[in-house]
């Protein structure tokens, strides 16, 4: 009954969407890839939106459903509320006669699975497709990295143009986009390359050379390299539909990291906290590690939850991880979750990290509270189901009210890990 009732809401809205937007000319943008997808939505919104009238959605309305209402700015229903269901579609229909109030709309288009990215075509039409990277995703469900490209590369099939990382995309894949394509990278040369030209204090100085050779100088505020592809593509994405430059130089220095993904927090005895919890995947972890590595701190500290739903690659992956782990940076390595606690513990411990393991991200924040020194940085990343690296933040803020910026918060998130991990009282 579920599936049946989600097919008949996804064909109306679907068949919403194709009369919106031929009644109401729009530039659509989608990003897809796998990893750095909602941050990447974000910086293109925010950027575009200095020049025009741009409608997005700041959470995870990625799948086959939920994009549909991002075109209506609307929350979704639940599925089991058929009156709540009703009234979004006839509200929706007004909107497709009335005056629509943007010019532009930001999608994240997400996968799980093989042929779900396909199901997009449906209903959609994108003006420029954003790739932001093909690296390990969802390796339960995919074979291995060839097929994990052939469903994030489905989506140029209904694209005009295709903006594609080149860093984070190897050339096979690169070569294999068919439409008008253009690369941005921080490392190899593309048609948009970001060149980091100073750090300090947390502050980038960073110049851009745009498709027709011209370079642009600008200021962003974040702790790690891999938050300028945001920055990259976002800046590709408002050349390529027109935004002038000097508003975007003025977009970039107002960009902020989005919740959980290299936010910055204050946490006690003057710390640095590096809130990187919404998601964890290899390529993603070892970011984060690097700009961890960057602080010049005393005390650094890494805690390093589960990378789930990665399929008989875990063990690999996990092991990499935590080869990577440098015992001359790194005071602490905590791991969370089963294949952190037995691979990645095990091989930083070989590389000589000191190494703590913890099945609940509770008695983790814990150990961190009473661990911290003095001016420390702490890095927090992780998978959700089993980890939830985020509840172990929240032991060692130095403002408790910083919890709302936490990711996974309402009540639901907050009943669904206390049962996982049979937590009894209050921390």
Request: hydrophobic content about 40%.
């Amino acid at each position: 009954m579920k599936k049946a009732f989600k097919a008949i809401v996804t064909n109306i809205l679907g068949w919403q969407v194709h009369r919106l937007v031929r009644n109401h000319p729009v530039s659509i943008v989608a990003v897809t890839g796998s990893i750095g997808k909602t941050s990447t939505k974000r910086a293109i919104a925010k950027l575009l939106a200095t020049d025009v009238r741009v409608c997005y959605q700041e959470g995870n309305y990625n799948d086959i459903v939920s994009v549909p209402l991002v075109f209506f700015n609307k929350s979704i229903p639940s599925l089991f509320n058929p009156l709540a269901w009703l009234g979004t579609i006839l509200s929706n229909e007004k909107q497709i006669y009335g005056e629509y109030p943007y010019d532009a709309v930001v999608l994240e288009l997400g996968t799980d699975a093989p042929g779900q990215i396909q199901k997009f075509a449906k209903y959609l039409s994108v003006d420029l497709l954003v790739i932001t990277a093909i690296t390990p995703e969802h390796m339960e469900f995919f074979v291995d990295l060839d097929a994990v490209a052939r469903e994030e590369l489905v989506a140029q099939t209904f694209s005009k143009a295709v903006l594609i990382n080149k860093d984070l995309c190897a050339q096979k894949y690169i070569s294999e986009v068919s439409k008008k394509c253009f690369t941005y990278a921080i490392n190899e040369p593309a048609d948009y390359r970001t060149t980091i030209n100073s750090f300090k204090d947390n502050q980038y100085d960073i110049s851009i050379t745009i498709a027709n050779g011209q370079n642009l100088s600008a200021r962003y505020e974040g702790v790690a390299d891999v938050e300028l592809y945001s920055v990259c593509a976002a800046t590709a994405v408002a050349h390529q539909l027109g935004t002038p430059v000097a508003k975007i130089v003025e977009g970039i220095g107002q960009l902020q990291a989005f919740n959980g993904r290299m936010k910055r927090l204050r946490g006690i005895n003057q710390s640095l906290i590096i809130d990187d919890t919404y998601n964890a995947s290899p390529v993603a972890v070892k970011a984060a590690l690097d700009a961890l590595y960057k602080s010049d701190r005393t005390q650094r500290i890494a805690l390093l939850g589960n990378m789930n739903e990665l399929g008989d690659y875990s063990e690999q992956a996990h092991i990499e991880v935590g080869e990577y782990c440098d015992p001359n940076k790194l005071d602490v390595v905590i791991t969370l979750g089963p294949d952190a606690n037995l691979y990645l513990a095990e091989a930083a411990e070989k590389r000589g990290c000191k190494v703590k393991r913890f099945n609940s991200p509770y008695e983790a924040g814990e150990f961190i509270k009473k661990t911290i020194k003095p001016g420390s940085v702490i890095l927090a990343k992780g998978s959700q189901n089993g980890v939830y690296a985020e509840e172990a933040i929240k032991y060692f803020l130095a403002d408790p009210k910083d919890e709302k910026q936490l990711v996974r918060q309402t009540p639901d998130w907050l009943s669904k890990k206390s049962k996982q991990f049979h937590r009894d009282g209050d921390k």
